[in-house]
């Protein structure tokens, strides 16, 4: 009974956490719309009215760092990742498993990284009051924010879909799997 207590409460944070990676990628949307209607914008006023606006690349540049960070993990928990099948499509079900889970750990470990260091540099950055000298002049722990949130989100997912192909694996290994 201990057992079904534990998928519920896993079951329910994984749950929670996809709720949160629609909501991540959600706001990536917005942004993604926000780039193409400013550039939309710089595109009519350069060339109707010779009146570039100055701060639409910079601000574009910032927003991709943010859409890849905030949709990364959104994209690996739908598998939507590039995949070169080519391989595996000749591979039996057990043996796509596990190069699926050595794929996972690789993206856990990458992502651990961004996570890291990421987190060190914000951290660095925030402290210290460092900026970019451009236009703007934003502080670049705001910008550099989301590379350790991304590379949480993508962490946790990871996890996720690690321990998913470790059941299949484990069950196709045992031969009790479809």
């Known amino acids: 009974m201990q057992h079904q207590g534990k998928d519920d409460f896993l079951k329910k944070g994984e749950s929670i956490f996809h709720g949160a990676l629609d909501g991540l990628n959600g706001i990536a949307v917005v942004i993604l719309v926000g780039v193409i209607l400013s550039v939309m914008l710089e595109v009519f006023l350069r060339y109707f009215f010779n009146r570039p606006q100055k701060w639409v690349v910079e601000i574009s540049e910032y927003a991709l760092l943010y859409i890849t960070f905030l949709s990364a993990a959104g994209v690996l928990r739908k598998e939507g990742h590039i995949v070169v099948d080519l391989l595996t499509s000749r591979l039996g079900s057990k043996s796509r498993h596990l190069l699926s889970i050595i794929q996972y ?20 950055h925030y402290r210290r009051g460092i900026y970019n000298p451009t236009l703007l002049q934003i502080p670049t722990a705001y910008v550099l924010v989301v590379i350790p949130v991304g590379g949480f989100f993508l962490s946790v997912q990871s996890v996720l879909a690690l321990r998913s192909h470790w059941k299949k694996w484990k069950a196709e290994r045992n031969g009790t799997g479809p």
């Open 105 to 124: 750990v690789g993206i856990l470990l990458v992502s651990i990284v961004l996570l890291a260091v990421g987190a060190r540099t914000t951290l660095d």
